[in-house]
């Protein structure tokens, strides 16, 4: 009974990661095989091949979280979910009442009368970020395609800001009293979300690129602004470098990228190194520092 509650409360979950996977696939495929007439007409477009490598890393991701091995698995621990029962109210173990590891596991905990742990509220909330920004990157093929780029820029916008909340709110290890059990259990979501927002950020590259019409080179100031705001963004998840790297990458593919403008190319180019640069003294800053 429990076990089939378990396997419908994911059917969302893997029904928008089967649907977004699909046009997302197709849209970046016939983008990397027939990119040429469209890019030679854009100010900047991320390059083709690292927007695919990049679909393809956060794709393989998602699949590991969402079929769990023995080793990558997110269920939770028997021992931290409980149940108000006995005598004089005393928790006892789910386990003294009948229900198995089958029962307890999952991606929620599936038994309505036991409490709420601090663990399963996190992938409760996760889950529901994870459909939205599901949802999100499935309308964005579908509107670019078609021309509507408010459309594409509110789709990547609310994704983005989804998973922002993800990694700075909901994943945050401090929420739970065994942070760094936590911390383990939870590298796969942090790195959806993470990779999602190196996915969306191309995206949106992409989207400006379109139909931004000016081809005249940066300015001093935007090129500082340009830098400042994502050089803020790669820093702000603290040592670990994987959000860093992919705003890294991000920046790196549209300079790299086909571009009307090499002012806004050799842009890209140098702030990424400078950032790439700063990400990795910072991961080696903080390695040090813990191991102090």
Same mark, same amino acid.
């Given at each position: 009974?429990?076990?089939?509650?378990?396997?419908?409360?994911?059917?969302?979950?893997?029904?928008?990661?089967?649907?977004?996977?699909?046009?997302?696939?197709?849209?970046?495929?016939?983008?990397?095989?027939?990119?040429?007439?469209?890019?030679?007409?854009?100010?900047?477009?991320?390059?083709?091949?690292?927007?695919?490598?990049?679909?393809? =890393?956060?794709?393989?991701?998602?699949?590991?979280?969402?079929?769990?091995?023995?080793?990558?698995?997110?269920?939770?621990?028997?021992?931290?979910?409980?149940?108000?029962?006995?005598?004089?109210?005393?928790?006892?173990?789910? &386990?003294?009442?009948?229900?198995?590891?089958?029962?307890?596991?999952?991606?929620?905990?599936?038994?309505?009368?036991?409490?709420?742990?601090?663990?399963?509220?996190?992938?409760?909330?996760?889950? /529901?970020?994870? +459909?939205?920004?599901?949802?999100?990157?499935?309308?964005?093929?579908?509107?670019?395609?078609?021309?509507?780029?408010?459309?594409?820029?509110?789709?990547?916008?609310?994704?983005?800001?989804?998973?922002?909340?993800?990694?700075?709110?909901?994943?945050?290890?401090?929420?739970?009293?065994?942070?760094?059990?936590?911390?383990?259990?939870? &590298?796969?979501?942090?790195? +959806?979300? &993470?990779?999602?927002?190196?996915?969306?950020?191309?995206?949106?590259? &992409?989207?400006?690129? /379109?139909?931004?019409?000016?081809?005249?080179?940066?300015?001093?100031?935007?090129?500082?602004?340009?830098?400042?705001?994502?050089?803020?963004?790669?820093? /702000?998840?603290?040592?670990?470098?994987?959000?860093?790297?992919?705003?890294?990458?991000?920046?790196?593919?549209?300079?790299?990228?086909?571009?009307?403008?090499?002012?806004?190319?050799? =842009?890209?180019?140098?702030?990424?190194?400078? +950032?790439?640069?700063?990400?990795?003294?910072?991961?080696?800053?903080?390695?040090?520092?813990?191991?102090?």
């Amino acid at each position: 009974m429990f076990e089939s509650k378990t396997t419908q409360m994911r059917l969302p979950h893997l029904a928008t990661f089967a649907t977004t996977s699909l046009l997302q696939g197709h849209f970046l495929f016939h983008d990397f095989t027939d990119h040429q007439a469209y890019h030679d007409h854009v100010v900047y477009s991320p390059h083709p091949g690292v927007l695919l490598a990049l679909f393809a =890393a956060h794709t393989v991701v998602q699949g590991l979280w969402l079929f769990p091995s023995s080793r990558y698995g997110h269920r939770l621990r028997p021992s931290r979910v409980r149940m108000v029962g006995g005598v004089d109210g005393v928790d006892v173990s789910a &386990k003294d009442h009948g229900f198995d590891d089958a029962d307890i596991g999952g991606l929620l905990p599936p038994p309505t009368s036991t409490r709420r742990t601090q663990e399963a509220d996190t992938a409760e909330e996760f889950a /529901a970020l994870y +459909i939205l920004g599901n949802l999100c990157l499935s309308v964005f093929p579908l509107a670019f395609t078609r021309g509507n780029y408010p459309l594409c820029r509110l789709t990547l916008f609310i994704t983005i800001i989804a998973q922002l909340y993800a990694i700075f709110s909901t994943l945050r290890t401090e929420i739970v009293q065994d942070s760094e059990s936590f911390r383990k259990r939870n &590298k796969l979501p942090q790195l +959806i979300a &993470k990779t999602r927002i190196g996915l969306g950020l191309l995206y949106l590259w &992409k989207t400006w690129g /379109a139909f931004e019409l000016d081809m005249a080179p940066p300015t001093i100031n935007q090129q500082i602004l340009t830098f400042l705001m994502f050089l803020c963004l790669a820093l /702000a998840s603290g040592p670990d470098p994987t959000l860093g790297f992919c705003v890294t990458i991000s920046l790196y593919a549209v300079g790299i990228g086909p571009s009307g403008s090499t002012g806004w190319s050799s =842009a890209f180019v140098w702030s990424a190194t400078v +950032i790439g640069v700063a990400v990795v003294v910072d991961w080696l800053f903080g390695t040090w520092s813990a191991e102090k």
